[in-house]
């Protein structure tokens, strides 16, 4: 995540999910699985039972997902400040 937000605001970072390890207690997770399972076990309370199912739903889902069309000219003039 954190190699995301310093991409998006331009600052030098690794572009590879794997480029930084997380530790936790003993424990070192390196590969983007690892970092997956662990922020599922952190988190998973605030998320239904059957995520992995409802993900993997979506990702072969044919019919995408409203809130991901197009941005409209009607929200660009909506969210541009007005002086």
Excluded: C
């Excluded at 952190?42 to 059957?50: E, K, L, Q, T, V």
């Excluded at 979506?58 to 069309?69: A, E, K, V, Y």
């Amino acid at each position: 995540m954190w190699s995301f937000v310093k991409n998006m605001v331009r600052k030098e970072s690794i572009p590879a999910v794997e480029g930084y390890s997380i530790r936790t207690n003993h424990n070192i997770h390196n590969t983007s699985q690892e970092k997956a399972e662990l922020f599922l076990s952190i988190f998973s309370g605030a998320y239904p039972r059957d995520i992995k199912t409802l993900i993997a739903n979506n990702l072969n889902s044919q019919t995408p997902n409203p809130l991901n069309h197009a941005i409209t000219f009607e929200e660009l003039e909506n969210s541009t400040p007005k002086s």
